[in-house]
Nanobody
């Protein structure tokens, strides 16, 4: 059974930090691109950060560059999002995503977690 389980969300004051974790199970997560998305009320889901299967390359939304860091530990099937200097605008539900393109069948496997709430407020 494929599962992505996020944890680490919560309430934090502006300027504070949180570390989100996403534990993958039921598939070979080490061969997938892993990403974090977020969705605030009334907004569309947006990409926050992504990391290649080996961890050698990362990509960030302009709004979080220099503040957030995505990483992964393939021995633990876990991807992390370290969030520093949090701002009220970072308040959202954060979702973990795993995606892999299968060239031989021209199909894409695309899995989502249930999300974890991050609230930045004083």
């Amino acid at each position: 059974q494929v599962q992505l389980v996020e944890s680490g969300g919560g309430l934090v004051q502006p300027g504070g930090s949180l570390r989100l974790s996403c534990l993958a199970s039921g598939f070979s997560a080490s061969s997938y691109v892993m990403s974090w998305y977020r969705q605030a009320p009334g907004n569309e889901r947006e990409l926050v950060a992504s990391i290649t299967s080996s961890g050698s390359s990362t990509n960030y939304a302009d709004s979080v560059k220099g503040r957030f860091t995505i990483s992964r530990d393939n021995t633990k099937n876990t991807v992390y999002l370290q969030m520093n200097s949090l701002e009220p605008e970072d308040t959202a539900v954060y979702f973990c995503n795993a995606k892999k393109y299968w060239r031989i069948t021209d199909t894409t496997s695309d899995y989502w977690g249930q999300g974890t709430q991050v609230t930045v407020s004083s």
